[in-house]
């Protein structure tokens, strides 16, 4: 059953801000500001988001179980309980790795439609369920390769791309009653004018004249050309730039334009990190005119040896477990988006916004019938608000008094509702979102004293409350042994716990009896990648990356028509992400015998690249054949490898990594097939030497004939 802090009567408040805002002595003179709408006001509120994506962020979120999940979504979407969020932004699949994983395209071949694959329909959904008016918005990192023709660039046929993306925007609304409010064009690389135009023509022709274009995530760069093209002006409706550092351009402002750090914040989600998203939520539109921030990550809920561990607004990385961590970032949220919505208004700068005298930032919103208004004040240190990107100008706060004074409007509020945030950073903990003692407004005016680090709101709002939930339950590492044989999971799916790097890999049934549902990596071409193009060799890890001493067992087949050259499997995997391509481990590869009648081959590589050979020999391997791998690396440095069964060969264990991921994969894009995916626990070196020697004795007994070649 949830809980939640709701609004008592003041009378009944906790009084901590009776001693907080008392005068402070502080050898500064109190500055006065004015909370004013007779001079007009400012720019649109558009809202506060979470980007679900780029990629792969929400992954581990999918198979957490109930009732935890569902109290994962409260504290993201729910109104008046945590983040309460305006905007849920998702990555619209490219088949292709975009920062902590690859997303399934609703394409994967231009004769291809589905709109089941992923897990971003599901999110947007629960979104939905729990507040109606969230806005949707959907953005491209990659694209699947059909859609460049083999120019791996999705602007060499302007068309296809803008209808492929039609397409994913008509099938949200067709199959899950999604309809999206905002499009991208290509996630932080270059844009196209010429598709950006017939863009908005088709969305215009298939009925979408509400979806409006962000462009383009990247930089402020794309303003030159609104500003001299008058049609591509009117196609664009939304600037969406990323990581500006709270700043934008003169030449941005003159475009008149909604102006959007369509993603910010990337930032490890500790103290500093809620510092700098209280920071920049503020100082986006203090210093940069911009009406909307989108945080990558909404949460993180992937492994955290990925890229960018713990950057989102809060963290769900153990489903096994069912433990997950409301970060301090998501009441910082709650300060701004329990108390405003979309459709608001910022006062103007000087009139309720600006940058505090002594350090910090205030910003004012109205309604639209302005009967609310709502404050929100922060007084974020330097060195406590530091976000991953860009570098922050050195500047100073100091304890302060700042004196309001509200005229206009507002000039008759006698009272205005107070949450309290202090972030701590000196082994005490936190106060994270306290509703305190209503602030009275005497003739006009109050005086607040203001600490480092705080974050204040003021608001005519009576509503707001800190949600809260049971204890989930403690962390724990990842179970062993494993076991997955893919049959409870519907087609088009992908499984539980696994995190595809390169490649796609979903459930599909094999048509074998022995096989009935199996994970196939389904990716026939190399995509149009948003990271580099060396990722070629498709790569799906599990597990945790402290594993070291491992036993790894997969069923694996490889079909002859479309099929991929080989398969692995492999321990010790220490890489994902963007630059998976560099993975070292331990992995296990088979290539099944060739057209002209040769044996097939085995190596066992210590990188995905195939660069350093360990060992190699041949086997008996065919095309159209279940095989079954198996591969053991086990204290001391030996690893052991066998295939249906029979013992190939042992050999030394690279020294380095001496830890990673469980994985599998292939050798090239196309078809494969994983089944019986079986991972156990090494025990002490001493306990198998018996076993191996009798396992190498039978080796030698059943190959008296035929000897192994082993290729060193």
Same mark, same amino acid.
């Given at each position: 059953?949830?809980?939640?802090?709701?609004?008592?009567?003041?009378?009944?408040?906790?009084?901590?801000?009776?001693?907080?805002?008392?005068?402070?002595?502080?050898?500064?003179?109190?500055?006065?500001?004015?909370?004013?709408?007779?001079?007009?006001?400012?720019?649109?509120?558009?809202?506060?988001?979470?980007?679900?994506?780029?990629?792969?962020?929400?992954?581990?979120?999918?198979?957490?179980?109930?009732?935890?999940?569902?109290?994962?979504?409260?504290?993201?979407?729910?109104?008046?309980?945590?983040?309460?969020?305006?905007?849920?932004?998702?990555?619209?699949?490219?088949?292709?790795?975009?920062?902590?994983?690859?997303?399934?395209?609703?394409?994967?071949?231009?004769?291809?439609?589905?709109?089941?694959?992923?897990?971003?329909?599901?999110?947007?959904?629960?979104?939905?369920?729990?507040?109606?008016?969230?806005?949707?918005?959907?953005?491209?990192?990659?694209?699947?390769?059909?859609?460049?023709q083999g120019s791996m660039s999705p602007y060499a046929h302007p068309e296809l791309t803008a209808s492929y993306v039609v397409k994913w925007l008509l099938g949200a609304k067709k199959y899950h009653n999604l309809t999206i409010?905002?499009?991208?064009?290509?996630?932080?690389?270059?844009?196209?004018?010429?598709?950006?135009?017939?863009?908005?023509?088709?969305?215009?022709?298939?009925?979408?004249?509400?979806?409006?274009?962000?462009?383009?995530?990247?930089?402020?760069?794309?303003?030159?050309?609104?500003?001299? /093209?008058?049609?591509?002006?009117?196609?664009?409706?939304?600037?969406?730039?990323?990581?500006?550092?709270?700043?934008?351009?003169?030449?941005?402002?003159?475009?008149?334009?909604?102006?959007?750090?369509?993603?910010?914040?990337?930032?490890?989600?500790?103290?500093?990190?809620?510092?700098?998203?209280?920071?920049?939520?503020?100082?986006?539109?203090?210093?940069?005119?911009?009406?909307?921030?989108?945080?990558?990550?909404?949460?993180?809920?992937?492994?955290?040896?990925?890229?960018?561990?713990?950057?989102?607004?809060?963290?769900?990385?153990?489903?096994?477990?069912?433990?997950?961590?409301?970060?301090?970032?998501?009441?910082?949220?709650?300060?701004?988006?329990?108390?405003?919505?979309?459709?608001?208004?910022?006062?103007?700068?000087?009139?309720?916004?600006?940058?505090?005298?002594?350090?910090?930032?205030?910003?004012?919103?109205?309604?639209? /019938?302005?009967?609310?208004?709502?404050?929100?004040?922060?007084?974020?240190?330097?060195?406590?608000?530091?976000?991953?990107?860009?570098?922050?100008?050195?500047?100073?706060?100091?304890?302060?008094?700042?004196?309001?004074?509200?005229?206009?409007?507002?000039?008759?509020?006698?009272?205005?509702?107070?949450?309290?945030?202090?972030?701590?950073?000196?082994?005490?903990?936190?106060?994270?979102?306290?509703?305190?003692?209503?602030?009275?407004?005497?003739?006009?005016?109050?005086?607040?004293?203001?600490?480092?680090?705080?974050?204040?709101?003021?608001?005519?709002?009576?509503?707001?409350?800190?949600?809260?939930?049971?204890?989930?339950?403690?962390?724990?590492?990842?179970?062993?042994?494993?076991?997955?044989?893919?049959?409870?999971?519907?087609?088009?799916? !992908?499984?539980?716990?696994?995190?595809?790097?390169?490649?796609?890999? !979903?459930?599909?049934?094999?048509?074998?009896?022995?096989?009935?549902?199996?994970?196939?990596?389904?990716?026939?071409?190399?995509?149009?990648?948003?990271?580099?193009?060396?990722?070629?060799?498709?790569?799906?890890?599990?597990?945790?990356?402290?594993?070291?001493?491992?036993?790894?067992?997969?069923?694996?087949?490889?079909?002859?028509?479309?099929?991929?050259?080989?398969?692995?499997?492999?321990?010790?995997?220490?890489?994902?992400?963007?630059?998976?391509?560099?993975?070292?481990?331990?992995?296990?590869?088979?290539?099944?015998?060739?057209?002209?009648?040769? !044996?097939?081959?085995?190596?066992?590589?210590?990188?995905?690249?195939?660069?350093?050979?360990?060992?190699?020999?041949?086997?008996?391997?065919?095309?159209?054949?279940?095989?079954?791998?198996?591969?053991?690396?086990?204290?001391?440095?030996?690893?052991?490898?066998?295939?249906?069964?029979?013992?190939?060969?042992?050999?030394?264990?690279?020294?380095?990594?001496?830890?990673?991921?469980?994985?599998?994969?292939?050798?090239?894009?196309?078809?494969?097939?994983?089944?019986?995916?079986?991972?156990?626990?090494?025990?002490?070196?001493?306990?198998?030497?018996?076993?191996?020697?009798?396992?190498?004795?039978?080796?030698?007994?059943?190959?008296?004939?035929?000897?192994?070649?082993?290729?060193?």
């Amino acid at each position: 059953m949830a809980k939640s802090v709701t609004s008592f009567p003041s009378a009944l408040l906790p009084c901590v801000l009776c001693l907080l805002f008392q005068p402070i002595s502080t050898g500064y003179q109190p500055a006065a500001y004015i909370v004013d709408d007779i001079g007009g006001l400012g720019r649109r509120f558009d809202g506060i988001g979470g980007l679900s994506g780029g990629g792969a962020t929400s992954r581990l979120l999918v198979n957490y179980p109930q009732p935890q999940r569902d109290q994962i979504l409260d504290f993201l979407f729910k109104p008046n309980f945590g983040a309460s969020l305006h905007i849920l932004k998702v990555e619209i699949g490219g088949d292709s790795q975009s920062t902590d994983g690859t997303e399934s395209s609703h394409m994967h071949e231009m004769w291809d439609e589905n709109y089941q694959r992923g897990y971003e329909w599901w999110l947007m959904k629960e979104a939905k369920k729990r507040n109606p008016n969230i806005k949707l918005y959907g953005l491209p990192w990659a694209f699947p390769g059909w859609v460049g023709q083999g120019s791996m660039s999705p602007y060499a046929h302007p068309e296809l791309t803008a209808s492929y993306v039609v397409k994913w925007l008509l099938g949200a609304k067709k199959y899950h009653n999604l309809t999206i409010d905002y499009v991208g064009i290509w996630n932080e690389r270059a844009y196209n004018v010429k598709y950006i135009k017939i863009l908005r023509m088709l969305l215009d022709q298939h009925g979408l004249n509400h979806t409006r274009i962000v462009a383009a995530d990247g930089n402020w760069g794309i303003t030159t050309d609104i500003l001299k /093209d008058k049609d591509f002006a009117a196609a664009v409706d939304i600037i969406g730039v990323h990581y500006p550092g709270t700043l934008s351009t003169a030449e941005a402002v003159n475009t008149n334009k909604p102006l959007w750090s369509s993603e910010d914040y990337s930032t490890f989600n500790d103290n500093v990190g809620a510092g700098c998203w209280a920071r920049i939520l503020n100082q986006n539109y203090v210093n940069g005119n911009m009406t909307s921030t989108i945080s990558w990550n909404l949460i993180a809920s992937y492994y955290e040896a990925l890229p960018y561990p713990r950057n989102g607004l809060m963290t769900a990385d153990q489903p096994w477990a069912g433990f997950y961590v409301v970060e301090n970032p998501i009441w910082v949220t709650a300060h701004t988006s329990q108390f405003t919505q979309i459709g608001w208004s910022y006062l103007r700068h000087g009139s309720g916004v600006g940058k505090l005298s002594y350090g910090g930032s205030y910003v004012s919103l109205t309604s639209p /019938d302005k009967k609310d208004l709502t404050m929100i004040i922060e007084t974020m240190s330097h060195d406590h608000s530091i976000c991953i990107r860009p570098p922050l100008p050195q500047y100073k706060v100091v304890p302060q008094n700042a004196t309001f004074t509200l005229k206009g409007t507002f000039a008759t509020i006698t009272s205005l509702n107070a949450w309290y945030t202090k972030l701590n950073f000196t082994g005490t903990s936190s106060e994270p979102f306290k509703q305190v003692t209503p602030i009275k407004v005497i003739g006009g005016s109050f005086t607040l004293p203001l600490d480092v680090d705080v974050i204040i709101t003021l608001t005519t709002i009576t509503g707001g409350n800190k949600g809260s939930y049971a204890i989930p339950p403690p962390p724990k590492p990842f179970p062993l042994p494993y076991t997955e044989d893919f049959e409870s999971y519907p087609e088009n799916s !992908e499984a539980n716990n696994f995190a595809q790097q390169i490649g796609v890999f !979903e459930i599909h049934p094999s048509n074998h009896l022995s096989h009935k549902q199996v994970m196939q990596q389904v990716v026939q071409e190399q995509p149009c990648d948003w990271c580099s193009q060396k990722l070629i060799n498709p790569l799906n890890v599990i597990g945790n990356h402290n594993w070291s001493d491992i036993q790894v067992q997969v069923d694996v087949f490889i079909p002859s028509v479309n099929g991929t050259t080989g398969a692995f499997i492999a321990a010790r995997v220490d890489k994902g992400g963007c630059t998976s391509f560099l993975a070292n481990g331990v992995f296990f590869w088979m290539f099944p015998n060739n057209t002209q009648g040769e !044996e097939g081959t085995f190596y066992v590589t210590s990188d995905l690249a195939r660069t350093d050979t360990i060992t190699a020999g041949r086997l008996e391997a065919t095309f159209d054949t279940w095989h079954t791998l198996k591969l053991e690396v086990f204290k001391g440095g030996v690893l052991v490898v066998y295939m249906d069964g029979n013992f190939l060969t042992k050999a030394s264990a690279p020294a380095s990594p001496k830890n990673g991921f469980v994985a599998l994969g292939s050798d090239t894009f196309g078809y494969s097939m994983f089944d019986n995916v079986l991972i156990n626990p090494m025990d002490d070196r001493l306990r198998f030497r018996s076993k191996l020697q009798k396992m190498e004795t039978l080796h030698r007994h059943d190959n008296e004939d035929r000897p192994m070649v082993v290729i060193n």
